[in-house]
């Protein structure tokens, strides 16, 4: 059955500090994996990553795929509270349903 | 503004009554989804549509459930006889979807319904 597993679940840290959510998957058909912020509302999209190896930055957010290890990180530097959400990874399946296979989030909070 | 959206945001009802939410994907866009999210889960898959023909349904969906998009454009979400069990944030996402290409999954603001 496929699965997306995401670590840690919660994370604390301090405005300025630097860092790195994980997202495992098992996903049959796979094609690519997302990521997405979540506020109090909607998931809004961040990346979306499909060859191994090959970084995406978008200002301080960056992230990269591993097709071999099965995995990609996420990593948000010199973090602001404005960053305080959760972070959720969905690994796409190619499948004709072009389903998205969600892990459960990390939730991030960033204290001034 | 030409992103996904959703009516109405918030709906709050009376178990055993019947509830309906809209969803207008991104114009263009060929396939429309609608997810349930729980606090602290991901999106739960429900169903999506290929143009106008729903081509899948989440066996974890009841027949309380009924999904619709007549013309291809907007779509409605029908729960009958709600239980307090549905109270979720119902999300509806779309994509254009081109043969073998990755396709990215847009997101609307969401349908809090909470049922009494």
């Known amino acids: 059955e496929d699965k997306v597993v995401q670590s840690p679940l919660s994370l604390v840290v301090h405005e300025g500090d630097t860092v790195t959510l994980n997202c495992s998957y098992e996903v049959t058909n796979f094609r690519s994996l997302l990521w997405y912020k979540q506020e109090k509302k909607a998931p809004t999209f961040l990346f979306m990553l499909t060859s191994s190896g090959i970084e995406k930055k978008s200002g301080r957010l960056s992230s990269i795929l591993d097709k071999k290890e099965l995995f990609s990180i996420l990593n948000i530097t010199a973090t602001q509270t404005g960053d305080s959400a959760v972070y959720l990874c969905a690994g796409l399946n190619a499948g004709n349903n072009r389903k998205l296979i969600w892990g459960l989030g990390t939730s991030l909070a960033v204290n001034p | 503004d030409t992103g996904v959206s959703q009516n109405p945001r918030h709906k709050i009802t009376k178990r055993g009554q019947n509830v309906t939410f809209r969803c207008d994907p991104i114009?263009?866009?060929?396939?429309l989804y609608w997810y349930r999210q729980t606090l602290g889960q991901g999106p739960e898959f429900l169903t999506y549509f290929q143009n106008e023909a729903q081509l899948e349904k989440s066996r974890l969906l009841s027949d309380r459930f009924s999904a619709e998009r007549p013309k291809g454009s907007f779509s409605t979400l029908e729960i009958q006889r709600t239980e307090q069990g549905d109270s979720a944030m119902y999300l509806c996402?779309?994509?254009?979807?081109?043969?073998?290409?990755?396709?990215?999954?847009?997101f609307g603001p969401g349908t809090r319904l909470t049922v009494l």
């Open positions: 996402a779309s994509s254009f979807t081109s043969g073998g290409a990755a396709d990215t999954q847009y």
């Open positions: 114009s263009e866009h060929n396939r």
